[in-house]
């Protein structure tokens, strides 16, 4: 843990040593790194994964929604996707911006403090419905300013110059051109929700969005806003973590198109036309980021688990996967079921396992501590969400669908695997931030680390 001590540093001080001032501001964003970590893993494990767990628990009770409020999902669903995704999306992102002077880390203090609450206050008004009708714009209006500012914040944030020629315009690569595209997915989102939320406070009388609104919100999320920011960090540490080339960048271009226009599509209700873009998009960013050919080295897997490579391109086969069962759900879901398989394949074992596979490689470099606490534990929550996910994916078509009444006993079984494993994964990191070593060295002579 840092002493409060090395915090009070005169102006002097700073001035005669650069160096230590500068290893002082990385000092302060890794701490701000670690409040944006830590609220994202509470929205995972308790408002998103656990009330997951007890709306599948219900579910197959009943042998389908029965009496469960649509409420209920939705509030684990936004706690998953902006309490968990959003946070370490949002945090990273102030993380990487340049930090200048004493006031730097109060926007993104003040965007933590004013995400957090808004998504505490949707779990709430979603699971209790306490003063929803003023919660629900009040929550969305809180994560809609949190975005405006992490945008303002960003905007200050130059492209490195572009190298002399006649063009003097700076040339953005392509793994900045998805992350943008992922943050316009993020934007559209909250303008989506604020937009709704208002319409339910002054008319709805149900505390959940109507249900064909639900799905293009549900695309708009899913492959508007996650895959796409996804893929850019993908195209930006996967080459030098795995060893493998760099991203084909005319495919990884084509990839980013079918995207966009299959999300376009999926929200203003072309499903079938939207799955088949969504689905070929999977397959055409598993070639642009060279997935499927030899490393040419061998994998950075210092400080994690040697099966680091393995599940990365297991997360890639889910997305592939979530794709696929998507296009068989436009063309035959008659109950849900084959939708919630695709929607789960990609949000678990697509986002999840990326999560899980590559933030105990950077976060806790990015938090200041030299490696993740266990490697073991890394592993475990790894083979727990896939074990989890694959019980779930492949039995909720049959359930829903009235296939084969055994997997309505499987679903339990896949949400308490995913349940520990995600227990796991966040334990782990807590533990990390609360008991690692740092890996700042506290001398005069001290750099801030450069993250790779």
């Known amino acids: 843990m840092i002493a409060e001590s090395h915090f009070n540093v005169t102006p002097t001080s700073e001035a005669n040593n650069p160096n230590r001032a500068i290893a002082l501001r990385e000092r302060q964003k890794s701490l701000m790194l670690r409040a944006w970590i830590l609220s994202g893993l509470f929205f995972m494990a308790l408002p998103g994964t656990l009330l997951g767990f007890s709306n599948l628990m219900a579910i197959s009770t009943h042998h389908g929604l029965g009496t469960l409020p649509a409420a209920w999902m ?6 998953q996707m902006f309490g968990w995704i959003g946070s370490f999306i949002l945090g990273i992102g102030f993380y990487s911006q340049p930090a200048h002077g004493r006031s730097a880390l109060r926007i993104p203090m003040f965007t933590f ?3 957090t609450s808004g998504v505490g206050m949707r ?3 979603n699971i209790y419905g306490w003063h929803w009708r003023i919660l629900f714009p009040l929550s969305a209006g809180f994560e809609l300013i949190a975005v405006l500012l992490f945008l303002s914040a960003a905007s200050h944030h130059k492209l490195p110059e572009a190298a002399q020629g006649k063009s003097a315009k700076p040339q953005m ?3 900045m051109i998805s992350v943008l595209l992922g943050t316009a997915g993020l934007v559209a989102g909250v303008i989506f929700n604020f937009a709704e939320c208002l319409l339910l406070s002054n008319r709805g009388s149900l505390l959940s969005f109507p249900h064909a609104l639900d799905q293009k919100y549900l695309v708009l999320l899913g492959w508007g806003f996650l895959v796409p920011t996804v893929w850019g960090f993908s195209a930006r540490w996967l080459p030098a973590f795995l060893a493998i080339s760099r991203p084909d960048v005319r495919i990884f271009r084509m990839a980013l198109l079918l995207d966009v226009v299959g999300v376009l599509c999926g929200v203003v209700g072309w499903a079938k036309l939207a799955t088949m873009l969504l689905a070929s998009s999977a397959v055409a960013i598993v070639l642009a980021l060279h997935l499927t050919q030899r490393p040419h080295g061998h994998a950075k897997v210092q400080g994690i688990h040697p099966s680091f490579p393995s599940f990365i391109r297991i997360a890639y086969a889910w997305l592939v996967i979530a794709g696929s069962m998507g296009m068989w759900a436009a063309f035959a879901d008659q109950h849900g079921g084959i939708w919630g398989a695709s929607r789960h394949a ?5 986002g999840a396992t990326m999560v899980f596979s590559i933030g ?3 976060l806790p470099h990015f938090g200041g501590v030299s490696t993740i606490f266990s490697k073991r534990l890394m592993f475990v929550a790894l083979l ?7 019980l779930r994916v492949w039995s909720e078509p049959l359930a829903y669908e009235g296939l084969l009444l055994f997997a309505w006993k499987v679903l339990p079984m896949s949400g308490m695997l995913e349940l520990g494993g995600v227990l796991i994964f966040a334990t782990n990191l807590a533990l990390t931030f609360v008991l690692g070593r740092s890996a700042f060295a506290v001398n005069s002579s ?6 790779e």
């Open 173 to 175: 690569e392509v793994w």
């Open 346 to 350: 990609l949000t678990v074992g697509f």
């Open 123 to 125: 779990w709430v008004a």
């Open 384 to 390: 727990l969400l896939q074990v989890g996910c694959t």
């Open 74 to 79: 939705e509030g684990h669903g936004h706690a």
């Open 113 to 115: 403090a004013l995400w």
């Open 446 to 451: 001290s750099e801030a680390p450069a993250a």
């Open 360 to 362: 105990p490689r950077i």
